[in-house]
């Protein structure tokens, strides 16, 4: 990992990005289901720790390798390495990132993809995979972005200057000219990258064939829409599980989303197509949109051509029913042994999601706790009993006040947090996400998409204003599909549940970078006694308070006991007499 | 320590600053000689590691308070605080500043002054001080400027934009108005913080007055030249040291170093006069001049005047001769109980500086090596004997080879390293620092500000080419000057000797950000047997291999045993078994 100068989109200033191996994005790793995965991460950025966080794998059995500073983790130092071992059990399309401060927002992404072991089948059939790894792209420096948004004032840091796909957008560009082979492609301003960075995607297809597009997103903001001129996408799969197969113009996916969408090609193509990438969501100001061209393969080797219509358009941003109704379309696969949710919930917490002073600081806050991580990564503290690690006094409260007017901006500031929601293994957990009016503005509510670690779980129902106790009953339990990201949309809730069943310390939060560097998420603990500490690379836990575990801790963790006693100061210091009087 | 945006030098656009409790620089300290300095510092940036070295205090008995990342201690990460706690045992004016990567280029530094004790005088009477904390700025962040010197190919950052006087300095002005009072200036173009930053320092004096001016440099590369209009200055402390005093019209100082001077003010000033500080060592390029101006008090409230003169002309940068003459003018003050050096040394060590290519990189190499500083820090690793943290098999060179070519560009690639010079307690050390050509350039040398940690060293004498055994002969043992920071002339050599008598582990390197970045340092390791284990703050060792000490290693620490033998696996292994049945 480290900085490099680059200009993704062919603005003519060039920024840094966090590179891999020398190339943004980082590399695609592809594996196959139940292949071990091993990464060996080389920090070499001069000052900064770094983490990479893999999306979407569960990491059942080695916690310690989400990725996930101050949770999983310690932050790798700069000159360090860390090895990444773990187990990707279930094929589909999954990426990577960086999970310390804004760094995801710097670049520092790629894809994972994971098939089927060999000798099984997907349940569809298709010619060859394309993967468009979605994000989008300020000119401004994170470390700059940072500022702005943890200033007194706060200033927000605008929408995106552009839509990456596979790390490529074009800013400001005027498609002027042909494309005169398959490799290169006169447009925009060239820039010294130019030939390097803003050439679009060009997917080459024939006639009459089946092609999976496998569609992840890593926006650090934006909700996006996906059209392909002139052909409809059949959506397959959803954040790594297959879904009924359903058929669209054009997809909606959210930051920390994945799909797999099969294109079928036309028999006889009029012409190239545009593919294009739009915001929804929020206001997309003057965000360029993403472009790819969809050409198909020609008996004669013709340039492929910019075609001369107009891509598709992206739907109103602001029509919200229409995107609840994309995300109501998914639905677990019938007849394909696609797991089901428990009838019953063991436990409900209710998060309410509010924009919130703090002191003149602008944050996000959940039941009116922003979150601040601390030092010393949770897995640890919790591990071996550090309990001044955080706040482990208090449990984060499971509900909001009852009279709270989602309506209208908060009317009092919230408070800063870092206490723990504890599961006890293996019980069933219901979360409903309620949103809520931001500060400052009347009848406004803003799109979050909201991730977990370490799980999926079954989207049990979306509903608008507050949620109710009787809403339960229009619970999908018959079909809820497996996600791992989903949207809660403006002034509404969203109903989740799943079984506490990975030891470990996940964090679940809002994939908007900016909303989650403000505050918004929470930590879920359950069953960390069951996690064999001997497992725990010791460079997980090197920093903080776990790095400073004393004789006494040590000997502790060594002789296998869960809890210490005066005793153990006793014994050992027999040990050390007996040391004493033999040597 | 947090990021604020800030433009010191009312640049139309801001930039990042490291802030300390929200200004830029940070706020100076003044303590009295003997005085316990206890500085608590919180760690408010997002993902970087930050450390405060104290610049000229010798940190006997607590060389892990002496905040060099990865040699004395880690870097703090962010959200952990870590405290300072050292005397500061002699008078005189230093300062402190960041010692992580270029955090030091990136602001974050200020004054550190050193009264001396209740009822003591110092050998000069003064009306009052004027504290001068000497600084460059760079319009591109920090970031960048890193990134651009570890390219391949290297990117040269270029020479600052200006010069800043306790932080402030002025870019690209045109002095066009009147100062119309004691607080508001206008002038230059305005900027959002140009009442706040552009503002010249301006020194109210009286007449026939003697003052005090404190001068230090945290300059990031430029060597300076300070001049009074009119006014000549009487030299009288270096590096924390008093001088004889001498009397010169201008004053070099290059980065690392600190003076005080005497100004003693005209019966009857004619005008306000300029104080102008310039580049000297190096091509300027377009540099812009510090400027502060000194004026008298008037009897009745009227203005302050830009003068209407020249400020003085900074000499020829190229005429290192001068510079030489300066420098040769500093010795111990006489009859003043000023420590002599031992008559004879019990070993030299010669360090070849270079400029080379390793891999096509373009890195600084003392006796052919560029020092790359491991992550965990020395201090640990010697202490504990983590012989895997960095070289510990190899020594680094004591000389060169004799028949290198001074005055040729260097014809063979350096090699990274970061084996330690061991001095055996106590012992008398001479360094002779030989300089020699750059890469790509006939006839071009770099000025050098070499920089001392944990100790004063005596300057014993200047000369040019190559030094010979013969030039020992010449030495100054009457009375050199102590200081913590010598500048090693181009293609020239300067010895110095010091006494090994500080438990610890020191950086000895190039005072030039850039250069210290590119590896130019050394680091010496004397009588760490000797450091008390358990004075030594677990938070200052909770990184690297120190951090997941073992059960072992942790039970030999606090069992204050120095070599680990099987038989303590055998007794702790007992006093297992004893807990085993007892519990």
């Not at 679009?200 to 297809?205: E, N, R």
């Not at 994309?326 to 998060?351: C, G, M, Q, T």
């Not at 949770?378 to 309506?407: C, Q, R, T, V, W």
Request: net charge negative; proline share 7%.
């Amino acid at each position: 990992m480290e900085y490099m100068f680059a200009s993704p989109d062919c603005n003519a200033v060039e920024g840094l990005v966090i590179g891999i191996n020398g190339t943004f994005p980082g590399p695609t790793i592809r594996a196959k289901a139940g292949d071990r995965v091993v990464v060996t991460v080389i920090n070499k950025l001069h000052t900064e720790g770094v983490v990479i966080h893999w999306h979407g794998i569960q990491m059942r059995g080695t916690p310690w390798a989400d990725g996930t500073a101050s949770i999983s983790q310690c932050a790798i130092n700069p000159g360090e390495t860390f090895v990444y071992n773990f187990t990707v059990d279930r094929p589909g399309t999954y990426f990577y990132h960086g999970h310390y401060g804004m760094q995801r927002s710097a670049g520092l992404y790629g894809s994972l993809i994971v098939d089927v072991k060999d000798g099984e089948k997907e349940p569809f059939n298709y010619e060859q995979d394309f993967n468009f790894l979605l994000s989008d792209w300020w000119h401004r420096s994170v470390h700059e972005q940072a500022v702005l948004l943890s200033g007194k004032p706060f200033h927000w840091i605008g929408e995106p200057q552009t839509l990456l796909i596979n790390g490529t957008g074009q800013y400001d560009c005027t498609w002027k000219t042909e494309l005169t082979d398959n490799t290169s492609l006169n447009h925009c301003e060239t820039s010294k990258d130019g030939e390097r960075f803003c050439k679009p995607l060009i997917l080459h297809v024939k006639p009459n064939k089946v092609y999976r597009l496998r569609i992840a997103s890593t926006t650090a903001l934006a909700s996006l829409n996906l059209a392909i001129e002139g052909h409809k996408m059949e959506v397959v799969e959803a954040d790594g599980s297959y879904v009924e197969p359903f058929t669209v113009d054009n997809l909606d996916i959210h930051s920390g989303e994945s799909y797999s969408v099969l294109l079928r090609t036309m028999g006889l193509p009029s012409n190239d197509y545009w593919i294009s990438i739009g915001v929804i969501g929020r206001d997309p100001s003057n965000t360029f949109l993403g472009q790819a061209i969809l050409t198909y393969f020609r008996p004669t080797h013709k340039p492929v051509q910019i075609p001369t219509t107009k891509p598709p358009q992206t739907p109103d941003w602001k029509d919200h029913n229409r995107s609840l109704e994309f995300a109501k379309k998914i639905v677990a696969k019938k007849n394909y042994n696609s797991p089901k949710p428990p009838k019953i919930s063991d436990r409900r917490i209710i998060l309410l999601n509010t924009q919130n002073y703090i002191d003149g600081f602008t944050k996000w806050a959940i039941n009116n706790i922003s979150l601040t991580l601390p030092p010393t990564p949770y897995l640890g503290a919790i591990k071996y009993g550090l309990n001044d690690a955080f706040d482990s006094k208090n449990k984060p409260p499971e509900n909001y006040d009852p009279n709270y007017n989602i309506s209208n901006p908060p009317l009092t500031d919230a408070t800063f947090g870092n206490a723990v929601y504890d599961f006890e293994f293996n019980t069933t957990i219901d979360v409903i996400l309620q949103n809520a009016n931001v500060l400052n503005k009347i009848n406004t509510s803003e799109i979050h998409p909201w991730h977990l670690h370490g799980h999926d779980f079954w989207v049990l129902g979306y509903g608008e204003g507050k949620f109710r106790d009787e809403d339960e009953e229009n619970f999908n339990l018959e079909n809820p599909p497996l996600k791992n990201t989903v949207v809660l949309f403006p002034n509404g809730w969203t109903a989740l549940r799943f079984v506490a069943d990975n030891p470990g310390v996940w964090a679940f939060h809002c994939h908007i970078e900016p909303h989650l560097h403000l505050g918004m998420g929470v930590i879920f603990a359950e069953g960390v006694d069951r996690i064999d500490e001997n497992e725990i690379p010791k460079e997980a836990l090197a920093c903080g308070l776990t790095a400073t575990l004393n004789l006494q801790t040590a000997a502790r963790l060594n002789s296998g006991a869960h809890d210490f006693t005066p005793n153990h100061y006793l014994l050992y210091a027999i040990g050390f007499l007996l040391y004493l009087s033999f040597s």
